[in-house]
Antibody
Framework: EVQLVQSGAEVKKPGESLKISCKGS????????IGWVRQMPGKGLEWMGI????????RYSPSFQGQVTISADESLTTAYLQWNSLKASDTAMYYC??????????WGQGTLVTVSS | SYVLTQPPSVSVAPGQTASVTCGGN??????VHWYQQKPGQAPVLVVY???DRPSGIPERFSGSNSGNTATLTISRVEAGDEADYYC???????????FGTGTKVTVL
């Protein structure tokens, strides 16, 4: 089965670091771009960035450039989203999604990140 | 940056037709994609490339795109269609992906 499975919910304190994951299976992981999408509580979808696992080519939304780091491990067929210093405003659901042509046709189940002191 | 504007809400009676619009500057020159998101669930692609449907999506879901407005049309609306709907494009000038503001479709 072709799927993306994300890591579990996280509760962190402001200033802490975090790395969440998105494991692809059932397809050639290196030949599809993987994007990350944020959804803050009660709000809409925001594109954060995208990576091509085949060569780690990465693009960021200007809103998230410098705020997060997107990476991928080809051997583990896993993409990552990480923060060096979390803020309360990072509290959100984060989705990874596999890109088809210009759209996202396969989504992970989401990872809820809660940042609270 | 490119902006996509959707109405916050649309209400429709069962069996009727719901139209969700997505406005953007010359959006007709871009490919528009639509997602359905039910509460507590990940988004699901329902229309891609303006009017194509992924396998498993009912024919009741259709799309069009021209000028400055793209439209998702849901025919013969069912209670199970109640959800948030988002349009999305790829902005080639910036190589960025843009989501619309989202529309909550309520089935009366």
């Amino acid at each position: 089965e072709v799927q993306l499975v994300q890591s579990g919910a996280e509760v962190k304190k402001p200033g802490e670091s975090l790395k969440i994951s998105c494991k692809g299976s059932g397809y050639s992981f290196t030949t599809y771009w993987i994007g990350w999408v944020r959804q803050m509580p009660g709000k809409g979808l925001e594109w954060m960035g995208i990576i091509y696992p085949g060569d780690s080519d990465t693009r960021y939304s200007p809103s998230f450039q410098g705020q997060v780091t997107i990476s991928a491990d080809e051997s583990l067929t896993t993409a990552y989203l990480q923060w060096n210093s979390l803020k309360a405003s990072d509290t959100a659901m984060y989705y990874c999604a596999r890109r088809g042509s210009e759209y996202f046709h396969l989504w992970g189940q989401g990872t809820l990140v809660t940042v609270s002191s | 940056s490119y902006v996509l504007t959707q109405p916050p809400s649309v209400s429709v009676a069962p069996g009727q037709t719901a139209s969700v619009t997505c406005g953007g500057n010359n959006i007709g020159s871009k490919s528009v994609h639509w997602y359905q998101q039910k509460p507590g669930q990940a988004p699901v692609l329902v229309v891609y490339d303006d009017s194509d449907r992924p396998s498993g999506i009912p024919e009741r879901f259709s799309g069009s795109n021209s000028g400055n407005t793209a439209t998702l049309t849901i025919s013969r609306v069912e209670a199970g269609d109640e959800a948030d709907y988002y349009c999305q494009v790829w902005d080639s000038s910036s190589d960025h992906y843009v989501f619309g503001t989202g529309t909550k479709v309520t089935v009366l």
